[in-house]
């Protein structure tokens, strides 16, 4: 294949669908989420030997999601890392943060998540839990996450439409119109639309923004056998950027910081979020029960990246933290027009076959993907003044752009086979493996800094599962993922330039899930191990350090969940417990048994729900969630304190005039506790970033 697929397939969707949406006014009203996760269609997670999370439509609903980290914080192996509430949601999946590169799909198809994702046309949000080399060839371990948008109803649906409006979080304010319907001969065609604007005023003052999202769904079922579908989404978000807080001196300030975006100046800009992203898929049923599948996938993001940065303490010689009297030297950070661009092909073929008298459930995919970073030549990074967490600052606008940029080009071919074996009635095999040929390249704007990588990588999986009785599965997997990394073409390298070894980092978990009458249930031991680069030397002049695999990351842990569903009742509760050490480092062999910064040694999160029988329509519902302490500092010299939160939600069903609506009152951290969120280290600074305070959130939801 070319390396370039064309650039014009989000627009072409979004033009041969027009004209169709105004032909018929039926609509959908979202249905439940397939308890699956992509690329393993047709089994049911019951079933999988893996963790996996699936956050239905209703459940998104209910939290009033409005990006993927509101939905994931549902699950316990989830935590923020370096997540600011006006930037791209960054995560961390079982201590290891998810790449926003390589971690994240889009209908089972790589994209970039560097940039803003609405959540308005999504139908849910799929977590793929552990070593992820079985669904990517390149991407960091802990997790896969995966964004499955809004579809057409299936042609037996009347289909409905709904208007929802929203007040909260803060002084946020939003509408957003969802229309689904069928027409055309036998409802051949089907459309689902979504549209959204919210004024943003959120919790943190100071941070006001809009955002807007226009998405477009269609399938055409041209035959019994073949399916085309389609879709495509437009969003802008434009909000001031908010700074992270930090220790000041050797202090933890209080988290009321938090809540005032301090780092805003007169002059300060908003960040702009522009994004085009479209897929298109061919379905077409063979003989004997296979289905051949291709689809194509093109995101083309636009980025005004500004923000009034606060960074470390000239005055008293530190650069990684604020100043003892809470003071900070303040940047002018804008790196304006950044472009990033992502194509992906694939065809798929699943089938059944029968060898040596056992059935087997097999896939072949082929991928084909280009990753493009093309930014401005130069962006501003000046000192601007000084600053304070009260809001009192010295500072004048500094934008002139002195600092060049580093462009990105990445090309990469996976092919993989997946194949399930049915040993007997109770046992099955599983096997897996993906071969990925990749081609990147990096160099400063100005071509300095060359940097070249071609390797071939492989990353098999191997899994084993067992019915047992009381309809519970157990099972046990082993598998690997793969990162690459070439060293910074700088001289202060030995070996500048130069692509290092594959780091493989593998996974053995062995797991129980199951369901017996109203009682669900699961368990999860895993333990993945990542290998870690790490600067050999002084790394201040010429030739002065190399770069080098140097130990690993052990992250051990267990995941236990259990739920409960009756007529009236709705119980929920999961637990993480994660025991994560730095090994084997010989540059710096006294990081061996200390812990990573901002990772919790467990995380709870619990929910209740009650239907009130004597109020047709009402449910009411508690969630807790609680993280434990984390280092904040190397060898925990400084930690972060645990912190528990009560959400309460009302949910009331009803009729308004004639017509079906749903009124959600929410309020979250119930007893208004201040507390610091998360803290996490980023490009060698100590931060902090809070917790939301007690809000209320009014959503009323009417179907027309």
């Not at 119980?571 to 910064?597: M, Y």
């Amino acid at each position: 294949m070319a390396h370039h697929l064309p650039k014009l397939t989000c627009h072409a969707l979004l033009l041969a669908s027009a004209s169709a949406i105004a032909q018929n006014n039926t609509v959908l009203v979202t249905s439940p989420a397939a308890q699956q996760v992509s690329g393993f269609e047709n089994l049911s997670l019951r079933e999988a030997p893996f963790s996996a999370t699936n956050i239905d439509n209703a459940t998104l609903r209910d939290l009033g999601a409005q990006r993927i980290s509101d939905a994931l914080r549902l699950d316990s192996s989830v935590t923020d890392s370096y997540n600011s509430p006006a930037y791209w949601d960054i995560l961390s999946v079982r201590g290891f943060t998810l790449d926003n590169r390589y971690n994240y799909r889009r209908e089972g198809l790589p994209i970039s998540a560097e940039t803003m994702i609405p959540m308005d046309n999504k139908e849910r949000i799929e977590l793929f839990k552990g070593t992820s080399g079985i669904q990517a060839g390149t991407s960091a371990p802990g997790g896969l996450a995966n964004y499955v948008v809004k579809r057409p109803p299936n042609a037996a649906e009347t289909g409905s439409r709904s208007l929802t409006v929203s007040y909260g979080n803060g002084n946020n304010s939003s509408v957003a119109l969802d229309l689904g319907g069928r027409f055309g001969d036998n409802n051949a065609l089907g459309y689902r639309v979504n549209a959204a604007y919210e004024d943003l005023n959120p919790y943190v003052q100071n941070a006001k923004g809009h955002r807007q999202l226009l998405a477009l769904a269609m399938d055409w079922r041209i035959s019994s056998n073949t399916r085309l579908e389609w879709e495509v989404e437009s969003s802008n978000r434009q909000q001031m950027g908010v700074n992270a807080a930090s220790i000041t001196g050797n202090t933890l300030p209080s988290p009321v910081y938090g809540q005032n975006n301090f780092s805003k100046q007169s002059w300060s800009v908003p960040g702009v979020f522009d994004g085009l992203t479209g897929s298109m898929r061919l379905k077409q049923k063979l003989e004997n029960g296979w289905l051949w599948t291709t689809q194509v996938g093109a995101q083309r993001l636009k980025t005004d990246d500004r923000l009034s940065y606060a960074y470390g303490c000239y005055a008293e010689g530190n650069y990684d933290r604020f100043c003892s009297d809470k003071t900070f030297d303040l940047y002018d950070y804008r790196s304006e027009n950044e472009r990033r661009i992502n194509d992906a092909l694939q065809t798929e073929l699943t089938g059944q076959v029968q060898l040596a008298g056992l059935q087997h459930d097999v896939s072949f995919s082929w991928l084909r993907q280009r990753q493009i970073d093309k930014l401005s030549p130069m962006q501003a990074y000046n000192w601007a003044g000084t600053g304070s967490l009260s809001g009192v600052s010295d500072s004048a606008a500094a934008p002139e752009p002195y600092d060049l940029n580093t462009n990105r080009q990445e090309y990469s071919t996976e092919i993989s086979a997946k194949d399930r074996i049915h040993v007997n009635q109770f046992a099955d095999l599983w096997l897996g493996l993906r071969a990925s040929h990749i081609q990147r390249d990096s160099q400063r704007t100005d071509g300095s800094r060359a940097t070249h990588d071609d390797r071939t990588i492989t990353t098999p999986w191997l899994a084993f599962s067992h019915k047992l009785p009381f309809n519970t599965t157990s099972y046990a997997s082993y598998g690997q993922g793969v990162e690459a990394q070439v060293t910074p073409n700088r001289s202060r390298y030995t070996n500048a330039g130069v692509a290092l070894p594959s780091a493989k980092s593998t996974q053995k978990e062995l797991g129980f899930k199951g369901a017996q009458g109203a009682w669900l249930w699961n368990a999860a031991l895993f333990d993945i191990t990542r290998p870690v680069w790490g600067d050999q030397g002084l790394c201040e002049e010429a030739n002065s350090c190399t770069r080098k695999l140097d130990g690993v990351a052990a992250h051990k842990g267990v995941e236990l969940g259990m739920g409960y569903r009756s007529t009236q009742w709705k119980l929920d509760t999961a637990a993480t417990w994660l025991n994560a050490k730095r090994a084997d480092a010989v540059i710096d062999p006294s990081q061996n048994g200390q812990r990573p910064l901002n990772v919790p040694s467990l995380v709870v999160r619990a929910a209740a729900e009650y239907r009130w029988a004597h109020i047709p329509g009402l449910r009411t519902s508690v969630r807790l969630s609680h993280e434990g302490q984390r280092d904040l500092m190397e060898g925990g010299v400084m930690t972060l304190p645990a912190w528990t939160t009560a959400d309460l939600a009302a949910h009331y069903s009803t009729k308004v005039a004639g017509q079906d609506a749903d009124w959600t009152l929410a309020l979250e951290n119930v007893t208004n506790r201040a507390y610091w969120r998360e803290s996490p280290k980023q490009f060698g600074h100590y931060y902090l970033y809070a917790g939301a305070p007690r809000n209320l959130r009014l959503t009323v939801r009417t179907l027309f």
